[in-house]
């Protein structure tokens, strides 16, 4: 049973565009949820993250915006750049507070920025 | 220098071989973990410590066994290779919600 699922499955924009990448969770426990990004040859990074008591957290052309009753977050891009392009993971996680945190992954989505 | 490392950072063995990775971090965390990452399946959690005498299995962990050496090494061992564990892996450490993540190992297993 997969926990948390990502959509799409790739991604290909333009410059300046404004990619959108879906992801749906099923355990109501998890309480903190972020992106990771990965580029090639390297091992991921935390991008940004977010906890449910908000809706939408923004740093930077990036923003998650979250729907506790729906069980969904998004990662939006604003004004994408040929640097962003990478592969993307969502995540979920019970114990915020980090004791005994473990991570639960989504499948990852490549995303293309064409110049 | 890199705070999380990992070697070999590339391994081709053959099937029935015992291979160990190695992960190393500077970052003085308690937590370490192993995942691997397959094409179109994600990253998946094999092992997880949270401090020297803590080990657990994650959801993958058939095949493979840990040793947690000290509080900065944490090592991956298959035990007896197989061709469908062949993939990218990756040590990560944490001290609370974030993990960061080494260069990876890419094992190809004929």
């Known amino acids: 049973q997969q926990q948390v699922k990502q959509s799409p499955q790739s991604l290909i924009v333009q410059k300046g565009g404004i990619p959108i990448i879906n992801c749906a969770y099923e355990?109501?426990?998890?309480?903190?949820f972020p992106w990771y990004q990965q580029f090639p040859g390297k091992g991921p990074a935390l991008l940004i993250a977010?906890?449910?008591?908000?809706s939408e957290k923004k740093e930077g052309r990036f923003t998650i915006s979250f729907n506790k009753s729906a069980k969904q977050f998004s990662l939006h891009i604003m004004d994408s750049q040929p640097g962003d392009s990478a592969t993307y993971f969502c995540a979920a996680s019970t114990g915020y507070t980090g004791a005994n945190s473990k991570l639960t992954f989504g499948k990852g989505i490549t995303l293309s920025v064409r110049p | 220098d890199a705070d999380v490392t990992q070697t070999p950072r590339n391994r081709i063995t053959k099937t029935g071989k015992r291979i160990m990775l190695e992960c190393s971090q500077t970052?003085?965390?308690?937590?370490m973990y192993w995942y691997r990452q397959d094409p179109g399946l994600g990253l998946r959690l094999i092992y997880y410590s949270f401090d020297v005498k803590d080990i657990n299995k994650g959801e993958i962990s058939d095949g493979y066994s840990v040793s947690r050496q000290a509080q900065a090494k944490f090592s991956l061992s298959l035990e007896s290779a197989i061709p469908n564990q062949t993939a990218l892996y990756f040590c990560?450490?944490?001290?609370?919600?974030?993990?960061?993540f080494g260069p990876g190992t890419r094992l190809t297993v004929l």
């Open positions: 970052k003085g965390h308690d937590r």
């Open positions: 355990n109501t426990a998890f309480d903190y």
């Open positions: 990560a450490t944490s001290a609370g919600w974030e993990q960061f």
């Open positions: 977010i906890r449910p008591d908000v």
